[in-house]
C-alpha cells in the first residue's frame, strides 16, 4: 500500500487488484530529505522536478491520479557502486529515528564490498536492528553470505547489479531483430536466473526478493512470472557498467594518478554528473545518452520501455514495487556545454523541493 500523508492506506489501484510500494533512492544525497522520511511529502512532491517530466508523468497516470496526497512508502539510502558512500553508523541511526512512527520504511543499499567495506556496512546494518520493515540490497553473493550468517531473520535484497544481461543500449535494437537466429535472440532476451542452480542459491539464502531493471530488449515472460520471490523495477536509468575508479574524482589528477583505485576523493559525485553522447556501431549517426554517476554508467529508459513495464507493474503477480532514483537534473549552464559529454551540476535544490 501507498501510505497518505495524513497516515491512511491509499487504496490499490483497480487495474492491479492489490498495492503497489513506490520507493525513492537518494544515492548522492548526504541525507535523505526529511519530509520524505517522516512521510510527510506526498509521492508528487517527492518526484516534481527531480525527475524526467516524461518519466513524471508516466509515474503520475499510473500511480498518483487515484491516490491523492499519497506518499513513498520506503526511501533507499546508500549507494549501489561505491563503498566510499557507505552511510556511517551515526547516520543511519539518525535517519532510522526520523522514520519511527512514520509510515515509511528504509532500505539500506549496498555496492559491491570489499573487507573494509564489508566491516562498515555491518555497523551501519547493525545501526539499524529492530526498525521496522527495514531491508538490506546486497549488490554481491559474498555480501549476502556475510549478512544471513551474523543476521538470520535480516530481509535482504538481491540488488539489480547482480542481474546478468547484456546492457548495452547502443545493441538493444538488435537484441529481438527478426534477423538474428532463434538461439541467440533467446539467450540475448532472458538470463540465467531461472536455472535450476541459480533459483537453489536464491533458496539456500532465503531471498524473497531481487531488484531488476526495465531492461530495452524485451525480456522473456518466464524473467517476470516463472520466480518465486518479489521484483523490484527501478526507474528512471538502467544501469550500464561500472568500475573501480571515478572519472570527476580524477579530473583534477595529474595524469599518473588518475584513475587509480583507492585515490584520495573529494566525492564530487554529490555535486556533478557527467553526460555522454555515445555513437551507435554501424555509421547511422545515431547516438544513445549515457549518464556517468559517481563511478557508475547509466542509461535513461525511453518512455516506450516505461509505458510497457508499468503496465507490466499493474497486472503483474510478482512486481510490485518501484524505485524511483532522485537524479541530477540539467541546468541552463549545462545545456550550453559541448557534445558529446557535458557536466551536469547536482542541484542542492533537490533536497529543497522534497524537503518543504
Given at each position: 500500500?501507498?501510505?497518505?500523508?495524513?497516515?491512511?492506506?491509499?487504496?490499490?489501484?483497480?487495474?492491479?487488484?492489490?498495492?503497489?510500494?513506490?520507493?525513492?533512492?537518494?544515492?548522492f544525497l548526504a541525507a535523505p530529505p526529511p519530509a520524505v522520511v517522516r512521510g510527510e511529502a506526498s509521492l508528487d512532491e517527492a518526484l516534481r522536478g527531480a525527475v524526467p517530466r516524461d518519466v513524471h508523468d508516466l509515474l503520475?497516470?499510473?500511480?498518483?491520479?487515484?491516490?491523492?496526497?499519497?506518499?513513498?512508502?520506503?526511501?533507499?539510502?546508500?549507494?549501489?557502486?561505491?563503498?566510499?558512500?557507505?552511510?556511517?553508523?551515526?547516520?543511519?541511526?539518525?535517519?532510522?529515528?526520523?522514520?519511527?512512527?512514520?509510515?515509511?520504511?528504509?532500505?539500506?543499499?549496498?555496492?559491491?564490498?570489499?573487507?573494509?567495506?564489508?566491516?562498515?556496512?555491518?555497523?551501519?546494518?547493525?545501526?539499524?536492528?529492530?526498525?521496522?520493515?527495514?531491508?538490506?540490497?546486497?549488490?554481491?553473493?559474498?555480501?549476502?553470505?556475510?549478512?544471513?550468517?551474523?543476521?538470520?531473520?535480516?530481509?535482504i535484497v538481491l540488488g539489480r547489479l547482480t542481474h546478468k544481461m547484456l546492457r548495452d543500449p547502443r545493441l538493444a535494437e538488435y537484441f529481438d531483430s527478426p534477423q538474428a537466429p532463434a538461439p541467440a535472440r533467446s539467450a540475448?532476451?532472458?538470463?540465467?536466473?531461472?536455472?535450476?542452480?541459480?533459483?537453489?542459491?536464491?533458496?539456500?539464502?532465503?531471498?524473497?526478493?531481487?531488484?531488476?531493471?526495465?531492461?530495452?530488449?524485451?525480456?522473456?515472460?518466464?524473467?517476470?512470472?516463472?520466480?518465486?520471490?518479489?521484483?523490484?523495477?527501478?526507474?528512471?536509468?538502467?544501469?550500464?557498467?561500472?568500475?573501480?575508479?571515478?572519472?570527476?574524482?580524477?579530473?583534477?589528477?595529474?595524469?599518473?594518478?588518475?584513475?587509480?583505485?583507492?585515490?584520495?576523493?573529494?566525492?564530487?559525485?554529490?555535486?556533478?554528473?557527467?553526460?555522454?553522447?555515445?555513437?551507435?556501431?554501424?555509421?547511422?549517426?545515431?547516438?544513445?545518452?549515457?549518464?556517468?554517476?559517481?563511478?557508475?554508467?547509466?542509461?535513461?529508459?525511453?518512455?516506450?520501455?516505461?509505458?510497457?513495464?508499468?503496465?507490466?507493474?499493474?497486472?503483474?503477480r510478482q512486481v510490485d514495487r518501484i524505485v524511483v532514483t532522485v537524479p541530477p537534473a540539467a541546468t541552463d549552464a549545462a545545456a550550453s556545454l559541448p557534445a558529446p559529454a557535458r557536466i551536469r551540476p547536482w542541484p542542492p535544490?533537490?533536497?529543497?523541493?522534497?524537503?518543504?
Amino acid at each position: 500500500m501507498l501510505p497518505t500523508r495524513h497516515q491512511r492506506e491509499a487504496p490499490p489501484r483497480g487495474g492491479a487488484g492489490r498495492g503497489v510500494e513506490v520507493g525513492i533512492a537518494v544515492p548522492f544525497l548526504a541525507a535523505p530529505p526529511p519530509a520524505v522520511v517522516r512521510g510527510e511529502a506526498s509521492l508528487d512532491e517527492a518526484l516534481r522536478g527531480a525527475v524526467p517530466r516524461d518519466v513524471h508523468d508516466l509515474l503520475a497516470e499510473t500511480f498518483l491520479g487515484p491516490r491523492d496526497g499519497a506518499g513513498p512508502s520506503r526511501v533507499y539510502v546508500g549507494s549501489e557502486t561505491c563503498e566510499r558512500l557507505l552511510p556511517t553508523r551515526k547516520a543511519v541511526r539518525s535517519w532510522a529515528a526520523a522514520a519511527s512512527g512514520s509510515r515509511v520504511a528504509l532500505s539500506l543499499v549496498l555496492p559491491p564490498l570489499s573487507r573494509d567495506g564489508l566491516a562498515k556496512a555491518e555497523e551501519a546494518v547493525r545501526a539499524l536492528e529492530g526498525a521496522e520493515g527495514l531491508e538490506v540490497v546486497a549488490g554481491d553473493w559474498g555480501t549476502v553470505h556475510r549478512l544471513r550468517s551474523l543476521h538470520p531473520g535480516l530481509a535482504i535484497v538481491l540488488g539489480r547489479l547482480t542481474h546478468k544481461m547484456l546492457r548495452d543500449p547502443r545493441l538493444a535494437e538488435y537484441f529481438d531483430s527478426p534477423q538474428a537466429p532463434a538461439p541467440a535472440r533467446s539467450a540475448l532476451c532472458r538470463s540465467g536466473e531461472l536455472a535450476p542452480g541459480f533459483r537453489a542459491l536464491m533458496e539456500r539464502y532465503g531471498i524473497a526478493r531481487r531488484e531488476v531493471d526495465p531492461f530495452l530488449q524485451p525480456l522473456a515472460v518466464d524473467e517476470w512470472e516463472g520466480r518465486s520471490e518479489k521484483l523490484s523495477v527501478h526507474f528512471p536509468y538502467l544501469f550500464v557498467t561500472m568500475g573501480r575508479a571515478c572519472l570527476l574524482g580524477a579530473m583534477h589528477r595529474k595524469p599518473a594518478g588518475k584513475f587509480v583505485p583507492g585515490a584520495p576523493c573529494r566525492t564530487e559525485c554529490r555535486k556533478y554528473a557527467v553526460e555522454f553522447r555515445v555513437p551507435v556501431p554501424g555509421g547511422s549517426g545515431a547516438e544513445k545518452d549515457l549518464l556517468n554517476l559517481g563511478n557508475a554508467y547509466y542509461h535513461p529508459v525511453p518512455p516506450s520501455v516505461a509505458v510497457g513495464i508499468l503496465g507490466r507493474v499493474t497486472s503483474s503477480r510478482q512486481v510490485d514495487r518501484i524505485v524511483v532514483t532522485v537524479p541530477p537534473a540539467a541546468t541552463d549552464a549545462a545545456a550550453s556545454l559541448p557534445a558529446p559529454a557535458r557536466i551536469r551540476p547536482w542541484p542542492p535544490a533537490v533536497e529543497e523541493r522534497v524537503g518543504r
